[in-house]
Nanobody
Framework: VQQQASGGGLVQAGGSLRLSCAAS????????MGWFRQTPGKEREFVAS???????YYADSVKGRSTISRDNAENAIYLQMDSLKPEDTAVYFC????????????????????????WGPGTLVTVSS
């Protein structure tokens, strides 16, 4: 199982980026998939997640500015980030929950770092002021 995040880069504040996460070894539509981000010296923090049934969750810090989506044909998930701020600067990772078509759980499950079993290399997003 492997995920590969891509699409990061340098962007000015107020700009947009679209991150992609292509998965191999698992069908993303069967699993909870999440985006997290990390800055040096800090813990990896939740950004957004999508359930196998399509339900979506967002961190308050990105709600209204970001959209998580999934393309079953491409076996990938995406994170569209708009109105970027310097505080969005981080390495972004996508994670996969090994559970298969899990029934609905408390919303905290989908933002918990420990929910996700597989991680791939991240992609760096840098937002300049």
């Amino acid at each position: 199982v492997q995920q590969q995040a891509s699409g990061g880069g340098l962007v000015q504040a107020g700009g947009s980026l679209r991150l992609s996460c292509a998965a191999s070894g698992r069908t993303v539509s069967n699993h909870v998939m999440g985006w997290f981000r990390q800055t040096p010296g800090k813990e990896r923090e939740f950004v957004a997640s999508i359930r196998s049934g399509g339900g979506k969750y967002y961190a308050d810090s990105v709600k209204g500015r970001s959209t998580i989506s999934r393309d079953n044909a491409e076996n990938a998930i995406y994170l569209q980030m708009d109105s970027l701020k310097p505080e969005d600067t981080a390495v972004y990772f996508c994670g996969l929950d090994e559970g298969f078509h899990l029934p609905f759980r408390d919303s905290s499950y989908y933002s918990d770092l420990l929910t996700y079993n597989y991680w791939g290399p991240g992609t760096l997003v840098t937002v300049s002021s």
